[in-house]
């Protein structure tokens, strides 16, 4: 098969990997297996799974379903990442943190107003909160957010259903939807994995006063070669954007018309937590600036010290028995002990995963990264400890 990271590819110039104990042996093999087997079991669409040790493409292959309604995943093939936008979001935020415009503690209602009343769900009645809502909490999911689809309307009740979240024209519209919305939780007081993201999207335009969109090309996108990444899906684009696999139930089937979220061009309502559309060529890079603390290729994007804030412990145990061993940083879960997910991964591994069953991880005590890309629906949770038990047995 011809690689899909041409020039990753070319690392081999730098010798060959030894590979560290901790890393399978007959990982290429049995990676491929598992790749093949959900396809088989109907729980998966095509996939590409990529494996970096050392600068080195260790693993690199792409299972091609070849079903009715499936495409080949290319080289340019996008994937709506989802919730693996939450780092490059954080990276955005990191990079204003370095030029010293907010601090972690600042009250978010400083730059955005409209957050300085909040209110909290307490059993079946609403009250005020009683702490301010910070910025270190939107980053660490700490707000009190869960996902709710906000849309358009008065603030809901208790018993009020909220209508879809990607009905705003702007992150501002969005902002101001979120502010009228009961948090489930005090701000800081516990973990709640929800919209924050968005919400950070806002507070990077009016810290560099440019669109969100824009100030994610500058400093991220651009400097990366990220050529792919972004909001928005053209015509031209929409030809290259995997099918959805849904495998919910005894519903098994392909579809090029549930996207979701709003990918148009004419949207400013740019969610980042969960809104770009990436290749695995692109996200790789990023994964390899990670890896690196911060250097892409003789070029800094962030500091040591914004990766060594990013992957700082903030919430213990974030998925109990569904992932367990996973801790949360900026947006990351970071493995703080080794094998604490009963997979080998070794202590200081961080990552994150994707809605559509995508995921990846950084592994520094190995040098090494991972990444899996597939658009399919609804997400398989074994999937992630099943890969790392290849990477790792």
């Known amino acids: 098969m011809k690689p899909l990271l041409p020039a990753l590819a070319l690392a081999g110039l730098l010798g060959p990997a030894t590979l560290a104990q901790t890393v399978s042996p007959t990982m290429s093999k049995d990676l491929e297996s598992i790749q093949a087997s959900i396809i088989e079991e109907g729980l998966s669409g095509s996939n590409v799974l990529l494996v970096v040790r050392d600068g080195e493409v260790v693993h690199e292959h792409v299972e ?5 309604g499936d495409r080949d995943i290319q080289p340019d093939t996008l994937f709506p990442i989802w919730s693996m936008s939450k780092p490059i979001t954080i990276a955005a935020m990191l990079t204003l943190h370095e030029q010293g415009l907010f601090d972690w503690k600042d009250p978010v209602a400083k730059y955005l107003p409209c957050f300085a009343e909040l209110t909290v769900r307490d059993g079946d009645t609403i009250r005020p909160a009683r ?12 707000a009190g957010w869960s996902y709710y689809n906000l849309g358009e309307g008065p603030p ?11 009905r705003f024209r702007d992150l501002q519209e969005f902002c101001e939807t979120a502010a009228a919305y009961p948090l489930e939780s005090d701000p800081g007081s516990a973990y709640v994995y929800g919209i924050n993201q968005a919400i950070l999207g806002r507070l990077v335009e009016v810290l560099s006063g ?6 994610l090309e500058e400093t991220i996108l651009e400097p990366l070669g990220m050529e792919q990444t972004s909001f928005v899906l053209d015509e031209e684009r929409r030809t290259r ?22 990918y148009s061009p004419e949207s400013r309502a740019h969610f980042g937590g969960e809104g770009l559309v990436s290749t695995l060529d692109d996200y790789a890079r990023f994964a390899e600036m990670l890896l690196n603390r911060g250097m892409f290729r003789g070029r800094r994007i962030l500091s040591e010290a914004s990766i060594d804030r990013m992957t700082e412990v903030t919430s213990e145990d974030i998925a109990g028995a569904t992932w367990p061993g996973l801790d949360m940083g900026f947006s990351v879960f970071v493995i703080s002990d080794d094998d604490a997910d ?29 990444i899996y890309l597939s658009r399919t629906r609804d997400f398989h949770w074994p999937l992630p400890g099943m890969i790392r038990d290849a990477v790792y047995d």
């Open 241 to 262: 954007f995997q099918p959805l696999y849904i495998n919910r139930g005894t519903l098994r089937g392909y579809t090029e018309i549930l996207d979701e979220l709003n």
């Open 131 to 142: 702490t301010p809502l910070r910025i270190i909490d939107l980053m660490t999911h700490r």
């Open 210 to 215: 440019k669109p969100f969109a824009e100030y």
């Open 64 to 68: 091609n379903s070849g079903r009715e």
């Open 156 to 166: 809901p009740t208790v018993d009020q259903p909220q209508p879809d979240q990607t």
């Open 342 to 370: 009963g997979h080998g991964t070794p202590a200081g591994t961080f990552g994150w995963f994707g809605y559509h069953s995508t995921q990846f991880w950084i592994d520094p005590a190995n040098d090494l990264y991972a």
